[in-house]
């Protein structure tokens, strides 16, 4: 078995670079350098209200956005990441990774998000990093990373930098991540790399402010050879699959390869698909409602939009001095309610 997975990655990763050389042959376009302001598509206005506490809903989902011949998800392509797009309107704010080649399927007529971020193109050009917000999305950045192996390095992925606005000037930095993929000793060595500069970018520029984090990490908290604990340690971040299931308790470690049937999670179990966040001296965030969402997530026959399940939650906001006046009875009012 794990032979036929390691030829069926190879097969993949010939399949890519053969796609990627044959593109590049053929294309006039250019690589967008990564780090540069990025234009915002504004589908509709949307009005802010002036709020000193509030709620939104957040997601992450890889949505294997790879031409559909190399792609490991199981529907077909196109139909699938139209879906995606119409079920993300449930959410206030969607961070996606891997949207490459059905972009315009995403960002379709099912799609309501007011703002979303430009799509940088297809293999080999784009990063797939998208953010899809019903708030303002200022300042944006992408951040290739400085270190990769196999087939990751046919693209240029990384992490995106945004600030949201969810309400009248209350900003919160987000990050979007793709981090390396595969467990073998090189990858996991590229992928503690990525997450080191990751931190190190977190610390440097979004300073003391509040921070959320989502994104495909690649990565476990139980596997010893990676190391996401660094954004714990040195930004703050806290685990909502962790605060929401764990009671804030690591997994235990191991020197063992992590399952590459990632799609056989559950809540109870750690996937590489994650969501870290922290408050600031201003602005207090806290969490609700962590959902592994590999239901809704599928086609009528039960099958997955994608390779991946999305993880999601909910936030409530406050600043600090309205945290004991608003958020602590919402979060009793909703305990209640479970």
Known sequence: ??????????????????????????????????????????????????????????????????????????TERSSSIAEIGRLLNRYDIAHVQEDFNYNKYLYGKGNLHAYRTQSKGKVPFGDGLNTLSKFPVHQIRRIAWNNCTGADCLTPKGFSFSRIEVAENVFIDFYNIHANAYNHLSAAAARRKNIKQLSDYISEHSGKNAVIVMGDLNAHYGFYYDNIRLLNAENGLKDVWMSQKKNDHYPALSKEFPSDDILAVTDSCETIDKILFRSSDELSLQTTDYQLENRLFCNKAGLPLSDHHPVSARFLWSVKDMEQKVIEPLLTARKNSY
């Open 1 to 74: 078995m794990a032979f036929l997975l390691m030829k069926n990655r190879y097969q993949k990763c010939l399949a890519l670079a053969l796609f990627i050389l044959i593109f590049l042959w053929t294309s006039t376009e250019s690589i967008t350098g990564s780090g540069v302001d990025d234009p915002i598509t504004l589908l509709r206005s949307s009005r802010l209200t002036t709020a000193s506490a509030g709620e939104f809903t957040v997601i992450t989902y890889n949505v294997a956005g790879l031409p559909g011949f190399i792609s490991s998800a199981a």
